[in-house]
């Protein structure tokens, strides 16, 4: 097209039922704006509640391997208690969605989400998120020892390489996860810890690493886990 006969962006259309059906759109889109945001928000909150999630479902998890290594389970079939707090689990997610979303206590901040302490009780949510975090962390990493402590006492009879390694593998996915979500933890509340101060995390970059540790999180455990069930089936 020959440049004189290009148009500029912002000319006006001179075309006047364009320019009222324009008008029209914007008017009817209008309300959406603050919809927008306000989902925003509550999609915000359903992921950091099934963050939250994560931690007892974690701890349950390290309690059925040992339940089931110790013969008081079966691998196939739970019993009703384990279903009881599952479903327990699922009814305190779906309460923290519903509080979140009507609250609004979640709030993006760039580059990620963080408790917006000017909401109603956000701070004691995010308390809460603390104390819920650390007490399921210790639950988690006391079933992992006594796994290990499990494995040996089997092995105790007969000394082998293979038992060692068993072991060590699950000591090692224990103390790895438990100290990187630790870390993680007191990073991302330490606004909760006013003697503590590791990272500033008004800094832009320092938010979007914690937030990469984050996501690799979801990939750290899973495949931690599955290298020493391999290990473990073969105890």
Not at 43 to 61: E, K, R
Not at 150 to 167: G, P
Request: charged letters at 10%.
């Amino acid at each position: 097209m020959p440049a004189n006969d290009s148009v500029s962006l912002f000319h006006l259309n001179e075309n006047k039922e364009m320019i009222e059906y324009g008008i029209a759109y914007f008017s009817l889109a209008c309300p959406l704006i603050p919809l927008f945001f306000i989902l925003m928000k509550i999609i915000g909150c359903i992921m950091n509640s099934f963050w939250i999630a994560d931690f007892p479902v974690m701890t349950l998890l390290a309690l059925c391997r040992v339940l089931i290594f110790s013969n008081v389970i079966g691998s196939k079939k739970y019993p009703l208690i384990i279903k009881i707090i599952l479903t327990a689990i699922g009814i305190w997610t779906a309460f923290l969605i519903i509080v979140g979303s009507v609250t609004q206590n979640i709030v993006l901040v760039t580059p990620g989400w963080d408790y917006d302490l000017e909401a109603p009780k956000a701070e004691t949510f995010a308390t809460l998120e603390v104390i819920l975090s650390f007490a399921c962390l210790v639950l988690s990493y006391f079933f992992y020892l006594l796994m290990a402590y499990l494995i040996y006492a089997k092995k105790s009879m007969v000394s082998c390489v293979h038992s060692r390694k068993n072991e060590i593998a699950i000591l090692l996915q224990s103390t790895f996860v438990t100290i990187y979500i630790t870390i993680m933890i007191l990073i991302w509340h330490q606004t909760l810890f006013s003697s503590v101060s590791i990272i500033d995390m008004e800094n832009q970059r320092n938010q979007a690493i914690l937030n990469c540790c984050l996501i690799l999180h979801c990939y750290v455990n899973p495949i931690l886990t599955f290298i020493c069930n391999k290990l473990v089936e073969n105890v």
